[in-house]
T-cell receptor
Framework: AQSVAQPEDQVNVAEGNPLTVKCTYS??????LFWYVQYPNRGLQFLLK??????LVKGSYGFEAEFNKSQTSFHLKKPSALVSDSALYFC?????????????FGAGTRLAVHP | EAQVTQNPRYLITVTGKKLTVTCSQN?????MSWYRQDPGLGLRQIYY???????DKGDVPEGYKVSRKEKRNFPLILESPSPNQTSLYFC?????????????FGSGTQLSVL
């Protein structure tokens, strides 16, 4: 069965420091991987996705993610965190199965960036 | 502006009183879906629709109904709400529902069933 794990409920980072939000997945076949961000009182917004090709994917707001097939991971990273990056981050895996797009979300990781 | 619009933003109701949460998108998307978000569980799919008059169950469909009579609209219906349906609900859409497509989300509906 497909699954996504985000092992940390919360990540705390000082402004200006690099940040990593972890995600591991379990899916048969080739995965399509996504990161979404949810700001307070807002819907989820797409950040980036991995479909195929280069393992390092660049996305919105300076975020990037690295696909590691051997470790089945897709960690979200940013070289220098901003206070405005504080939000809830969701990793998701998608696979076309049974005729439709089955998207499985992780439980979410709350990122808190402190001044 | 391309968007998914949900209404209402907040809803408090009582057990058993039928309610409808509306969802509309202006991007001519074929695929629409409803999710509920609960702490520690992430987002779980309730129902989805691949096109007009084509709907199917997601992972947690019990207690919900949907309809897709027009391409732009995908209302979520709770005919007899119960307290375990208290949750944050999101409508989402994408162009065709392809596995590599990003989803566009509405701003959410916070539902409380007393």
């Amino acid at each position: 069965a497909q699954s996504v794990a985000q092992p940390e409920d919360q990540v705390n980072v000082a402004e200006g420091n690099p940040l990593t939000v972890k995600c591991t997945y379990s899916v048969s076949g080739n995965p399509y991987l996504f990161w979404y961000v949810q700001y307070p009182n807002r819907g989820l917004q797409f950040l980036l996705k991995y479909i195929t090709g280069d393992n390092l994917v660049k996305g919105s707001y300076g975020f990037e993610a690295e696909f590691n097939k051997s470790q089945t991971s897709f960690h979200l990273k940013k070289p220098s965190a901003l206070v405005s990056d504080s939000a809830l981050y969701f990793c998701a895996v998608s696979r076309f199965s049974g005729g439709y797009n089955k998207l499985i979300f992780g439980a979410g990781t709350r990122l808190a960036v402190h001044p | 502006e391309a968007q998914v619009t949900q209404n209402p933003r907040y809803l408090i109701t009582v057990t058993g009183k039928k309610l409808t949460v509306t969802c509309s998108q202006n991007m001519n998307h074929e695929y629409m879906s409803w999710y509920r978000q609960d702490p520690g569980l992430g987002l779980r799919q309730i129902y989805y629709s691949m096109n007009v008059e084509v709907t199917d169950k997601g992972d947690v469909p019990e207690g919900y109904k949907v309809s897709r009579k027009e391409k732009r609209n995908f209302p979520l219906i709770l005919e007899s709400p119960s307290p375990n349906q208290t949750s944050l609900y999101f409508c989402a859409s994408s162009k065709t529902g392809g596995a590599n497509e990003k989803l566009f989300f509405g701003s959410g509906t916070q539902l409380s069933v007393l």
